[in-house]
């Protein structure tokens, strides 16, 4: 049974840092992308960033652009999140997702995490 298991989160104060990390179990995902996603209170889940198998091609949704980075460890079966000059509208659970393929340019995973809860206060 595939687990995608998310830890990191927690509350910190605008202009900080988080790193998000998403270990999985099962199965390896070495030569499949990995990617994040969230979902803030009232809106629906929406992508953040994904990185290819070979952690050389990384995309990002155009508001984290500079200051979240999306890295690898295949040894470890790991996807990161470095979140940095965090904002009050990052607020949201964040979601790992591996697997899957891109459709008309969306990424659609196979597998997804059950979440971790980043809170930034202002």
């Known amino acids: 049974q595939v687990q995608l298991v998310e830890s990191g989160g927690g509350l910190v104060q605008a202009g900080g840092s988080l790193r998000l990390s998403c270990t999985a179990s099962?199965?390896?995902?070495?030569?499949?992308?990995m990617g994040w996603f969230r979902q803030a209170p009232g809106k629906e889940r929406e992508f953040v960033a994904r990185?290819?198998?070979?952690?050389?091609?990384?995309y990002y949704t155009n508001s984290v652009k500079g200051r979240f980075t999306i890295s690898r460890d295949n040894a470890k079966n790991t996807v990161y999140l470095q979140m940095n000059s965090l904002k009050p509208e990052d607020t949201a659970v964040y979601y790992c997702?591996?697997?899957?393929?891109?459709?008309?340019?969306?990424?659609?995973?196979?597998?997804w995490g059950q979440g971790t809860q980043v809170t930034v206060s202002s």
């Open positions: 997702a591996a697997g899957g393929s891109i459709y008309s340019a969306s990424y659609k995973p196979d597998y």
């Open positions: 099962g199965r390896t995902f070495s030569s499949e992308r």
């Open positions: 990185i290819s198998s070979s952690g050389y091609l990384t």
